[in-house]
């Protein structure tokens, strides 16, 4: 199942499958390891939406998530 970021609840993780948007901002996320494949935690969902990837913390203003294609992952 295919769903926004912004749909997870705390705690779920998921797999991302597709990330959108302007060139340079997929090349960023990709930089700090957000990037299809990659497994990320959602510790806080909103605005801003804070998430666990890896060993690293990364914060996503307003409809960040939006653009970040995902399928949840049972833990």
């Not at 990037?35 to 998430?51: A, D, H, K, M, Y």
Request: aromatic share 2%; glycine share 10%.
């Amino acid at each position: 199942m295919l769903i926004p970021l912004d749909m997870l609840q705390p705690g779920e993780k998921a797999e991302v499958v597709e990330v959108s948007g302007d060139a340079a901002w997929v090349c960023r996320l990709a930089e700090m390891g957000l990037r299809e494949g990659c497994q990320l935690t959602v510790l806080q969902p909103g605005s801003p939406c804070l998430l666990k990837v890896a060993d690293c913390r990364l914060c996503l203003r307003g409809g960040e998530a939006t653009q970040i294609l995902v399928t949840p992952v049972n833990a």
